[in-house]
């Protein structure tokens, strides 16, 4: 498995000097095994590989986009990817199945105007969506496993575990913390101090982080939400993100091999994100390696190096 | 009237080393008044970072206010808007101009962009600053001591896209984007409009000798005629190409100005660059 990451940041893209080493575009990481290619996420990072995509030899003809949820940082490279006019090409787009509005016509509504000057109907790719949901464990070109969890985010977002060839690469970008906030469909009221749950939520929450760390468990690499400082998840908890050290909680308890800290907040500066990991790992008594994820970022067990 | 480049870029945000100079982040122009009244023409990633610079000043306390103008609801010159903290500063005030579309007002746009499908704001309401949505008219009207005029120069499928020129002191900005001059009358009405503007803001993403398939652009040859025939003093081209890097835009940059000096136009050509400050 190869894991090459093609973009960072969350919430929205950030084209500044002080954030070029982690990088300024939106979630973004390709997956190949053998002559599969899996993407997760289309931010603005998706322009780039589509390019990348087309100067192979031999490019891939299907490729799988696994989106975790439709917020615009994740779906706003998608129209800049050069694939999709491709006659050639087949692009399976899988993402939650909602009752308010199908896949397609929400990818289709934000390509279309008065947004954008797109229909889905003249891409020249053959495009196929699958509606998907949580708890789900599913073959991709038979030698893929896909296994998806929920994660805790407004309006629901899922997670992604890829496995093959004796790897496993488990995706979050976008969760927040499971001791207090629910997050579901309804918007979160923030007054400014947290409401007191319900037993019934607390219940809803413990089972969600089982699920998550379930999916997590084991896998070489955890690519996990880690948009905030302590500080800063004081004055946010509704907004559905976690804190470094909250995904090294997670990543400690599933035993992972190393855990990439992912979806930097657009505010934060190289200088900022190397010193929250710096105080991640040194405050750290577990064997897990703490990296965060940057812009161009390769990850590879099990294949022969090119 | 002072003029800053906050997004240059078009179609698509392009962080990255190679676009640094000139910028990576998508439509957004602020013109500031000179009795300190503001105006920001399109929010397109731009508007993220020129709306953290503004929390420095009043909006950092919630009484700022600002006018908004939109040229067109792409992407690429709105997608800006929910980010800065300003906006969800209650006591801000943002009144926001633009097109209706056929297929629903601006403020509908603006909400079904934020519903919750796509964006965590939930839609407008949840917006703090105090809004106002207004559908863009040719009627001027004052901001402060700016006069502003706009016009609805072309349109796509459902999207009409409205040109602006903003006056104060005789001294005219006029901002042009995602225009073709298909006819004569599109021209002649751009001619008229941007007549005499001390400066031309204007869309021109690829040269004519590129033959790029993209029906929804002028080249940069249409921007400099464009330009020299309403006696423009200078033009600055924006919604740069996001495959278009630093090196590209300089080469561009002085091989039209030599073309314009051997002609001996007194047109002063230049590619806009975020953080750019012009004083109309």
């Known amino acids: 498995m190869i894991v090459r990451i093609w973009g960072t940041r969350g919430s929205y893209p950030v084209a500044r000097a002080e ?26 990072g998706l322009r780039q590989l589509g390019e990348a995509l087309g100067r192979e030899a031999r490019p891939p003809r299907t490729i799988n986009l696994l989106i975790t949820h439709t917020h615009w940082d994740h779906i706003i490279g998608f129209p800049f990817f050069e694939p999709i006019s491709q006659p050639q090409n087949r692009i399976n787009i899988y993402g939650l199945q909602r009752t308010q509005s199908s896949l397609r016509k929400t990818i ?21 969506f699958h509606e998907i949901h949580e708890g789900l464990a599913f073959q991709l070109d038979t030698q893929v496993r896909v296994c998806t969890a929920r994660a805790n985010h407004p309006y629901r977002a899922l997670a992604y575990r890829i496995e093959a060839d004796g790897a496993a690469l488990v995706f979050i970008p976008d969760t927040g913390p499971f001791h207090t906030v629910l997050f579901d469909d309804e918007r979160i009221e923030w007054t400014g101090s947290p409401t007191p749950n ?19 468990r084991g896998a070489d690499w955890l690519i996990y939400d880690s948009q905030f400082t302590d500080a800063q ?20 308890e599933a035993g992972v091999g190393q855990l990439l800290m992912f979806h930097h907040d657009p505010h934060h500066t190289d200088a900022q994100i190397d010193a929250m990991l710096e105080e991640l790992q040194t405050t750290c008594d577990s064997e897990l390696i703490i990296t965060a994820a940057y812009e161009g970022m390769e990850l590879r067990k099990g294949e022969r190096s090119s | 009237m002072k003029m800053q480049f906050w997004g240059v870029r078009g179609y698509v945000p392009t962080p990255g080393a190679e676009y640094l100079r000139y910028g990576g982040n998508t439509c957004c122009t602020a013109l500031y008044g000179a009795d300190g009244d503001l105006v920001v023409i399109d929010s397109g990633t731009g508007f ?49 101009y633009g097109p209706d579309s056929t297929r629903g007002s601006l403020e509908m746009v603006y909400n079904g962009m934020l519903s919750p499908v796509y964006s965590p704001v939930y ?53 042009i984007t995602d225009v073709r001059y298909t006819n004569d009358q599109i ?48 033009l600055e081209i ?14 561009l940059v002085s091989s039209y100005r030599r073309q314009l000096m051997d002609e001996e136009s007194p047109l002063i050509f230049d590619a806009a660059r975020e953080g750019l400050i012009v004083d109309v």
């Open chain 2, 123 to 175: 839609g407008l309401a949840h917006i703090g600053a105090t809004h106002s949505f207004q559908p863009i008219s040719t009627e001027p009207f004052m901001v402060g001591g700016m006069r502003v005029r706009a016009l609805p120069l072309s349109r796509r499928n459902h999207s009409p896209i409205w040109a602006y020129r903003v006056e104060e002191a005789n001294r005219a900005m006029v901002y």
């Open chain 2, 187 to 234: 021209w002649n009405q751009a001619v008229q409009f941007a007549a005499g503007a001390q400066v031309l803001v204007h869309s021109a993403p690829y040269t004519r000798q590129e033959q790029v398939e993209d029906y929804g652009h002028s080249r940069v040859e249409d921007a400099i005629e464009l330009a020299q025939e309403a006696n423009v003093e200078r």
């Open chain 1, 198 to 216: 319900t037993d019934e939520e607390l219940r809803a929450l413990a089972e969600m982080r089982a699920q998550i760390v379930d999916l997590a």
């Open chain 1, 108 to 128: 289709a509504n934000a390509l279309s105007d008065p947004l954008m000057p797109i229909s889905l109907e003249d891409l020249r790719a053959e495009m196929t």
């Open chain 2, 238 to 251: 924006f919604h740069h190409a996001p495959t278009r890097t630093d090196d590209q835009l300089d080469t």
């Open chain 1, 233 to 252: 998840y004081t004055r946010f908890p509704h907004w559905g993100h976690s804190t470094a050290a909250q995904a090294r909680e997670i990543a400690e």
């Open chain 1, 19 to 44: 954030m070029l080493r982690y990088g300024g575009n939106t979630t973004c990481v390709e997956v190949r095994v053998g002559d599969s290619c899996i993407i997760l996420d289309a931010g603005t």
């Open chain 2, 48 to 96: 993220c970072q020129l709306g953290d610079m503004l929390m420095g000043r009043e909006f950092g306390r919630g009484g700022g206010k600002m006018t908004l103008l939109i040229s067109h609801t792409y992407w690429d010159h709105i997608l800006g808007l929910p980010f800065p903290g300003l906006v969800h500063i209650p006591g801000n005030r943002l009144h926001i």
